[in-house]
C-alpha cells in the first residue's frame, strides 16, 4: 500500500499553464476522491466539503468534461452510465480531446460506491439546469430520487439534500411545482424514518416553499408546526426556514414574531446570497412599517441594494410623511414591482398606518383643530370626510397612538401636552428589546462552536497519559525496526 501512495502523480499540479479542461477535471478527480475518502470513513464533513467545491465550479462544467469524469468513475455500459450519458449533448472531438487525453491516464473503478454514483446525477442535474434544458432535467431528477429511495446511508444525506433541492427547482422553473407535492411529503416522511435531519430540514423548506408558491398559507403554517424540529444542521436552510416563517407570520398579522424572523434570516444569510438577502430586506421593510416603525435610511443603501430598494424606500418616505397622495402615487407607480414581490396586499395594509402617521404629526403640532381640517391635512378622499375623520382620531385615541380628546360639540381635535417621555416606560421598553437580542446573539454564536469530540469526558490522569505516551513510543519504534528489516 505504501509504493501505491507514493506512486501517485503528485507533481501534476505543478506543471506550467495546464489547460481549463484538463485542470477542470483534475480538480473533479480529487473531488471523487474526497467523497470515497468520506464514504470509506463515515466522514459527512468530507463529502459536505466535496459539494461546496462542485459548486465553485459550476460555470466551467461542459458537456464533454462531464462525459470523460463519467468515464472514469462510472462501470462502462452500467445503468447509471446509459442513463446519464443519454442526456448529455454530444460535443465536438476537438472539445473531447483535452479531456480525453486527460481521463486516459486514470483507471475506471470496477464497483463504483453509491455516494460517487449520487454525486454524477448531482452533476449531470446541475449541468442541465445551468443549460436550460429542463425537460431532461426533470426526467435526471426523477432518476436521481428514484435511485435514493433504496439508499440508507448517512454518506449519501448531504448529496440527497442536493439532488432534492434540484429536484423541486427544476419542476418550479417549467411551472409544475404542484406536481411533486406528494412526492415531497413522501420523501419528508422516509427521510424522517431514516433520522435524516439534513434531508428534514431541506424538505420542509422545499414543501413551505411549494405552499407559498400557491398562497396555501394556512396548508404551510399546519405542517410547519407539526413537522419535528431539532438543531439546525445547515445554516443556508435554516435561514430559509426563517424566511418562510417571517412570510407565514405576516400574514396572520403576527408583525413582532415576523420581523424577528425576517431580520434574523437577513442577518445569517451568507454575504454571496445577495437576492436571497434583498428578499428579506423587502418583506422586513413591510413589516417594520406595519409595525409602526420606520426603517433607517441605512437599510436601503446596502452594498448591491440600493437599486432593488427604492421603490421601498420611496414608500418608506411617504408613510414616514404621513401623506396619502404621495403613499398613493408611489404604489402606483411601483405596482409592478410590489406584484412580482408578492408584497402588494400587505402595502394595502399600509394606508391605515399612513393615515396615523399623518394624524400623529398634527396632534404634534397642533394644540387645537378643527375635524374638517384635519380630514383635508390627511386627504381623505371619502364621501364623508369629516365623519371619516372623527372616527379616525376616535380610534387612535382608543389605541394609545395620540394622546389627545374629541370635542363633539364645537368639531374640535385637542392635543394634550406632550411630557417627558423619560417619565414613562418607553426607554425601559427600548433597552430591554436591545439587551434581548445581545443576549439572544450571544446564545446562538455560543450554540454554533465547535467543541473536541469526548471533551465531556474525564482528563486522562498523568499516569495513564505517560503510561499510553510510552505505548506509542514502543510502536513506533517497532514498526521503524520492521520497515529497516524491509530494506
Known amino acids: 500500500m505504501t509504493q501505491d501512495v507514493e506512486m501517485k502523480d503528485l507533481p501534476a499540479p505543478s506543471n506550467p499553464a495546464p489547460s481549463t479542461g484538463s485542470s477542470t477535471f483534475q480538480k473533479l478527480t480529487e473531488i471523487n476522491l474526497l467523497i470515497e475518502t468520506g464514504a470509506y470513513a463515515r466522514e459527512v464533513r468530507r463529502i459536505s466539503r466535496a459539494v461546496r467545491l462542485t459548486i465553485a465550479l459550476r460555470r466551467k462544467l461542459k458537456a464533454s468534461l462531464i462525459s470523460a469524469f463519467l468515464n472514469n468513475v462510472l462501470v462502462l455500459g452500467s445503468e447509471a452510465y446509459v442513463r446519464l450519458s443519454s442526456y448529455l449533448p454530444k460535443e465536438d472531438e476537438h472539445d473531447m480531446e483535452v479531456d480525453t487525453a486527460t481521463s486516459a491516464i486514470q483507471t475506471p473503478v470496477k464497483h463504483p460506491l453509491p455516494e460517487v454514483e449520487m454525486y454524477c446525477y448531482l452533476l449531470v442535474l446541475i449541468y442541465l439546469i445551468d443549460q436550460k434544458k429542463y425537460s431532461e432535467a426533470k426526467a435526471c431528477a426523477l432518476a436521481s430520487i428514484a435511485r435514493l429511495k433504496n439508499l440508507n446511508r448517512r454518506t449519501v444525506d448531504v448529496l440527497a439534500s442536493r439532488l432534492f433541492f434540484y429536484y423541486s427547482l427544476s419542476y418550479e422553473l417549467t411551472g409544475d411545482l404542484a406536481e411533486i407535492r406528494g412526492d415531497l411529503l413522501a420523501l419528508h416522511r422516509i427521510a424522517t ?8 430540514e431541506t424538505l420542509l423548506n422545499l414543501l413551505l416553499r411549494n405552499y407559498l408558491h400557491y398562497n396555501l398559507y394556512d396548508q404551510a403554517e399546519k405542517l410547519r408546526s407539526k413537522a419535528p424540529r431539532f438543531e439546525a444542521h445547515s445554516n443556508q436552510q435554516f435561514c430559509r426556514y426563517l424566511f418562510y416563517l ?7 398579522l403576527e408583525y413582532t414574531d415576523a420581523k424577528e424572523s425576517l431580520l434574523q434570516a437577513a442577518r445569517k444569510a451568507p454575504v454571496a446570497a445577495l437576492g436571497f438577502r434583498v428578499q428579506c430586506n423587502k418583506w422586513a421593510v413591510i413589516v417594520r412599517l406595519l409595525l409602526g416603525e420606520i426603517p433607517e435610511r441605512t437599510v436601503f443603501m446596502q452594498k448591491g441594494m440600493e437599486k432593488a430598494l427604492r421603490p421601498y424606500f420611496e414608500l418608506t418616505n411617504a408613510v414616514r410623511i404621513g401623506d396619502l397622495e404621495l403613499f398613493r ?20 395594509r399600509l394606508r391605515h398606518n399612513v393615515i396615523r402617521t399623518g394624524l400623529r404629526n398634527i396632534s404634534i403640532s397642533y394644540s387645537r383643530i378643527s375635524l374638517p381640517d384635519v380630514a383635508k391635512k390627511l386627504r381623505l378622499d371619502s364621501p364623508n370626510p369629516v365623519a371619516d375623520a372623527e372616527s379616525i382620531i376616535s380610534k387612535a385615541i382608543r389605541d394609545g397612538a395620540i394622546d389627545a380628546t374629541v370635542d363633539h360639540a364645537n368639531g374640535w381635535m385637542v392635543s394634550k401636552e406632550t411630557g417627558d417621555i423619560y417619565s414613562t416606560n418607553e426607554p425601559q421598553v427600548a433597552f430591554n428589546s436591545r439587551i434581548a437580542f445581545c443576549l439572544n446573539m450571544h446564545n446562538e454564536a455560543v450554540r ?4 473536541p469530540p469526548n471533551s465531556h469526558k474525564e482528563k486522562e490522569s498523568a499516569d495513564k497519559r505517560r503510561e499510553r505516551q510510552q505505548q506509542e513510543q514502543e510502536l513506533a519504534k517497532h514498526i521503524a525496526e520492521e520497515d529497516d528489516d524491509e530494506f
Open 193 to 200: 424514518l431514516r433520522r435524516d435531519e439534513l434531508g428534514q
Open 246 to 252: 417571517g412570510k407565514i407570520r405576516t400574514i396572520q
Open 329 to 348: 402615487s408611489v404604489a402606483e407607480k411601483f405596482s409592478s414591482t410590489f406584484t412580482s414581490d408578492r408584497t402588494h396586499n400587505l402595502i394595502v
Open 448 to 451: 454554533a462552536l465547535r467543541f
